[in-house]
């Protein structure tokens, strides 16, 4: 579909005129996200859901070994060797700071029923020994922190507690509803401020691995404020300084320090699981909707994950509850989509990647590009970046010129970035000589990357600025441009004679973006 002013008038109509039977226009511009897990990890596995539509494959910390996970992150650039083809990103899941309980007598599940009353400690001495009456929960804080009337969540809310009285080391609470006791489960404390260390020894140790490891971001679990985000900054070191911090949002806390974290994060995943147990069920449409729209706002990538497709993890079709959140997901304005359980360990991780392409397809052919674009602008403050400036220009000339793409060289990303972020309908070709980078970009809407690996050859630094400089700096410019059409030809992106616009700057180097040309493709 295409946008004509001149025969509709606002987005309703827009919406008025969609077609079921209509044919996407262009293709897919959201990226997917899959956890690997014992299912998908191998060579051919990988490779079959990069065929499928992956761009980012997911290592979940919370579980595996570093002997495995390091399998993964071979397995991943073995499928890349032995099948080269689009780039895949690395991403490291941390555990994250979290609480859980201890273990029962003789790992034995004790049932209680609704009223039930009963102790939580915070003695070690009860670690292995919980019961009916007393069950360890490893927060030494939860008597200081907790509230009376206040509630406790056991096993991803699946027991409810009320808190009626607490002592200097126990809280004693109600059952709310009937359930079992087990070992080793997750605890969550809504609306109560939790002041856990944002790292726990094991997640450094996670970080430095990563780094070791060469991985391209990290999805940094229980984000509650920005100091969180610079202690993995710190952690990461400078060998680990160009890896992305994606601030995984799934507590109260990280929900209402929201804008502090946004401005230190690189982007945001809207991780739905603990956070419709931290706040009202309600209410986390509500928080993904805000989060979304404030990272599209300031131009930083947002992910939305969880239980997207969740009933494909036993089932070849998903359920259309399912597959209106992921279209509304990036109707919202999501740049990608995360696939967890249903790629780790389902029945049918290949179909259900290639079901999710399909719905991001299709919605995002719905959207209705210029009011988008103008909306952005608008909320952008004055002044903007030369960079930023040039990006935005290209978008609206793509828009008013009908190109077929807009072709980024670009050194860290970050021309490419926010080309996304005034969202064009067309896709966004990044050309790049930096590795890291040309996995990054899958984290902006619309941006397919390509590794420029032919050396560059320029005169010395002390004679930049000179004729001889400029004609050498536009050659090896040029010669980018020309390569990174016949790129995108090979891959449907383009096709001779196609308009695109271009968004170079004048000379090499970081920050430097301030040219946009409009040429036609060979």
Avoid at 41 to 47: D, F, V, Y
Avoid at 339 to 359: D, F, I, N, Q, R
Avoid at 374 to 397: D, G
Wanted: aromatic share 6%; glycine share 6%; hydrophobic share 40%.
């Amino acid at each position: 579909m295409s946008f004509n002013n001149d025969t509709v008038a606002t987005t309703l109509e827009w919406r008025s005129k969609l077609d079921i039977d209509m044919v996407p226009s262009h293709v897919r511009k959201s990226s997917i996200i899959a956890t690997i897990g014992p299912k998908t990890n191998s060579p051919e596995m990988i490779t079959a859901l990069r065929q499928a539509g992956v761009n980012i494959v997911r290592m979940n910390f919370s579980h595996g070994t570093y002997e495995y996970h390091g399998s993964v992150v071979a397995n991943v650039r073995k499928s890349i060797t032995d099948v080269p083809g689009k780039s895949v990103a690395i991403a490291l899941d941390t555990k994250g700071p979290e609480i859980r309980t201890g273990n029962m007598v003789n790992d034995v599940d004790v049932p209680i029923e609704a009223g039930h009353e009963m102790v939580l400690t915070v003695d070690p001495q009860y670690a292995d020994k919980g019961t009916a009456e007393r069950m360890y929960i490893d927060y030494t804080n939860l008597p200081k922190v907790v509230d009376i009337g206040k509630k406790i969540y056991v096993d991803d809310g699946i027991l409810s507690f009320k808190v009626l009285e607490k002592g200097d080391d126990y809280v004693k609470v109600k059952a709310i509803n009937a359930g079992k006791l087990c070992n080793k489960k997750g605890v969550n404390l809504p609306k109560t401020n939790v002041d856990l260390p944002a790292l726990s020894k094991k997640d450094i140790a996670d970080l430095r691995f990563g780094v070791e490891q060469n991985v391209d971001m990290i999805f940094a679990s229980f984000i509650r404020c920005a100091e969180d985000v610079r202690q993995i900054r710190q952690v990461l070191g400078e060998d680990g300084k160009h890896i992305k911090i994606i601030s995984k949002i799934e507590n109260h806390q990280g929900v209402r320090n929201f804008d502090e974290i946004l401005k230190e994060t690189d982007g945001v995943m809207v991780a739905r699981g603990d956070l419709g147990i931290e706040i009202p069920a309600p209410a986390v449409f509500i928080a993904q909707k805000m989060m979304i729209a404030k990272c599209n706002m300031a131009g930083k990538p947002v992910i939305c994950a969880t239980q997207m497709l969740e009933s494909m993890t036993s089932n070849p079709r998903p359920t259309r509850a399912e597959v209106s959140d992921v279209a509304n997901a990036i109707l919202d304005g999501a740049d990608c989509v995360m696939l967890s359980g249903e790629t780790a360990k389902g029945l049918y991780p290949v179909e259900t990647v290639e079901m999710m392409s399909h719905v991001c397809h299709l919605a995002e052919s719905t959207i209705c590009y210029p009011p988008y674009f103008n909306e952005i602008r608008q909320l952008t403050p004055r002044p903007t970046s030369v960079t930023e400036a040039t990006c935005s220009s290209a978008v609206n000339a793509a828009s008013e010129q009908g190109a077929s793409a807009i072709l980024v060289l670009s050194t860290t990303g970050e021309s490419a970035r926010l080309v996304a972020k005034y969202r064009p309908a067309v896709p966004i070709i990044t050309i790049t000589r930096t590795p890291h980078v040309s996995r990054q970009v899958h984290l902006y809407r619309g941006s397919y990357p390509f590794l420029y690996e032919r050396p560059q050859t320029l005169p010395k630094v002390d004679e930049v600025g000179t004729q001889k400089y400029r004609e050498a700096w536009q050659e090896d410019v040029d010669s980018r441009i020309t390569w990174g059409m016949e790129q995108a030809k090979q891959y449907g992106l383009l096709k001779s004679g196609d308009v695109v616009i271009v968004v170079q700057g004048w000379k090499g180097g970081i920050g430097n973006t301030n040219t946009m040309r409009i040429v036609q493709c060979p």
